[in-house]
């Protein structure tokens, strides 16, 4: 007898024949006698609908109080079908909104961050025997307002439940089988992982990676709840998400790209003390996000800077700059939005000195040019020209798994 | 300065034009120094697509708990819309749900009864000076699960708003602009009342003038809530609904029909006391309302009854009896559903025994047979063939009003 919480994304519970597959899984855990707690997104295409329908009445926004009391009604939707769908199949369930599950966020309406869980209605529906289905994202203020977590927040809540209801584990269905050396979709030689770890998954994520959120893992990571990524359409073992996971073969566990990506360059800034600093000073005002950076002195003792930000950030971030150019003389600033980081991700790496070499041979090889580099103890990026990202990725990929 | 509670339907915001058409006549009350509380239903037919997909689900019928979740989302949806709309136009709103503006109820999912509201939230938004939406139909038990208040609950929550925050008055917006004599679109010669009382509109929403949903009516009787029922599309007076009116010319206030009916005889029941009890307690046992009844005695000293229900219940009443049939002797039962009750209401015809005469009269011309007939103080209603319904309603209305 244990407690097992799952987590069910939109496209798993599309329509009622979905549905019902959905509820035929968790039902099947729950007949082997465990408590099962599911959260689960809202249905399909709800969420961009809904939206839609907001920007038919505002086309530059509406309040994000009002648009998470709209988007609420997407995951209130899905709860109540699969609830329905369980009752048919003749087992004990009850459905419960993010507030009724006790989710209590701060107000930071849109992008809310969980706070506590108050699990006592939680605990006394369990007691009661019953399958929970709890609406994913949701929250709710002290001010008794409806928030959502923002992107990816069903795997947030489902994460927070497990670690406060002390779960076995957390079983995260998507519509692929676990996670991947790389893009399966790409890469014909990708395979299945059995098992990685927090900081691997965190990388891989991070640079591209769609098959978990962030900020799910980090908590994951944080409470030590061990996650299976696993399918919603067929019956097999995932992959395990955990601390600690057996040395395997292969020096290094995955290779992702990410095309969101552009590089700024700040040319001719003069030779200062503290003037990076600045530079980045004025990003962290705007609230602006960096990821790899690149300083070369030139042979006029003037230096340049190049870093990547989020595509959707980059005219922001030169605005950013071009306001502090009173305190920051440079020559010019520009632009590249036609870049791709592609990265490896393994534990083993820091104590084979030969990863980088082998991925930088694999790329030359290949005649891709790199722009910049940036390593960390468990991956290597490297920043080259978008229109190679899926050939880098498979050539790198074909080094090390073949 | 006021506080003036409007009421809108399903088809009111049926989409983006006419949310922003609403907003407008919501916003113009606030403008000229008003407090204003808006109650609002699902949009057009979102009620019914999530009833469609609940019976894709179980075509047998989900049960009560779940489909009030379900149901609670497409209220949810148009409050946030409105306030969406208000907020584009400058004016300062807050989007409440049924169980953010107090509304207790019981636990009877699907019909459930309002308990009280706890006002301190609206009262708090109206000090802060913001136009509050409410979701109609919906509240919260007291272990709190969603509710809702059955059909017409919209109604329901926005006179249970005026009664309980002493609201100046209730405006009910529908898609006609006030009670009519008759319905406007079968009867050429259908007047727009001013005035009518609480009974009188009573009487006609129980007899099928679909204008006012009947608990509402009692509601705003039991707390003398002054009800205005007016156009959501022109912009012009409706009818006043309170509790005295001053006398018209006229005798009668409407004439209605109600073809939902159906009448059932059972046939050759032994005259003894206590016969009428022992058939009507079985109905009763299993909730059968019983509208008008008919007892006839025979030459053979036998009893016939005859009773009308809801047409849906027909089948139910007569299984019912047939179970008590042990205690309750009768030679055959029948059931005739193609009847309609035709009612004409007026506070004035008590003090007019002319009235019964003018429309036995007018029906009499027309060749219509009456097949049972029943008084009230303020009305009285004939059961006739269905299929002559619309001419009955027609022959009376041009009797007492041309």
Redesign the interface.
Known sequence: MALIVKKFGGSSVAN?ER??NVANIITKDYAKGNDVIVVVSAQGDTTDD?IE??K???PNG??K???D??L???E??S???L???I??LGYPV??L?GW?AGFNTDSHHGIARIKNINTE?MKAELDKKKIIIVAGFQGISKY???TTLGRGGSDTSAVAIAATMNAQKCQIYTDVDGVYTADPRKVKSAQKLDEITYDEMLELATLGAQVLNNRSVEMAKKHNVELEVLSSLEEKPGTIVKEKVKMEKTLIRGVAKDTDVAAISVIGLNNNPGIAFKLFNALAQKNISIDMILQSVGRDGTKDITFTVNRPFANEAIEAIKLFSDNLEFSDIKCDSDVAKVSIVGAGMESHPGVAAKMFEALFDSNINLRMISTSEIKISVLIDENYADKAVTAIHDAFFN
Request: proline content about 0%.
């Open positions: 009622a549905v019902f809904l329908k907001a038919e009445i505002n509406c309040s109080r009002e648009m009391v709209l609420n009604a997407g209130q939707i709860i109540a079908l609830a329905m769908a009752e048919k009850i459905s909104l009724q209605r008794d307002n409806l």
